[in-house]
């Protein structure tokens, strides 16, 4: 289901509070029991862990790995997936073909708008 090992991805400041009697820490479950995939609350997913975004700035991509956990916020109307650096591979150069393509794609889409 997912490859992070259950022990790795706990969070010892939240699985105290989550053990503090009237305390729950919402979107934690970092075994996936309840929400299908290890779940961490904004900001506090491991260090290993990114998004598609952090992944990019990173000059990664995620390389056709499945998502490894999930950041849920807004009463779970909000996701977002994270994927491990450590399988994520490198962003893939562009040939000059498709760099053309690109450059002939926004000159026509620039030329559009200007006549609008």
Do not use: C
């Not at 992944?55 to 499945?66: E, F, H, I, K, T």
């Not at 849920?72 to 109307?77: C, M, Q, V």
Request: aromatic content about 8%.
């Amino acid at each position: 289901m997912h490859s992070i090992p259950a022990s790795a991805a706990r969070i010892p400041q939240l699985e105290r509070l989550n053990a503090t009697p009237g305390t729950r820490v919402v979107f934690y479950d970092p075994t996936g029991s309840q929400y299908r995939l290890p779940t961490y609350p904004w900001k506090w997913a491991p260090k290993n862990l990114k998004t598609r975004r952090q992944l990019a700035a990173l000059g990664l991509r995620p390389g056709g790995q499945a998502p490894v956990a999930q950041i849920l916020w807004r009463n779970g109307g909000r996701v977002a997936y994270l994927y491990d650096v450590t399988r994520a591979l490198p962003k893939r150069k562009p040939t000059r073909k498709q760099l053309a393509a690109l450059d002939k794609a926004q000159r026509v889409r620039r030329m559009k708008r200007s006549a609008s």
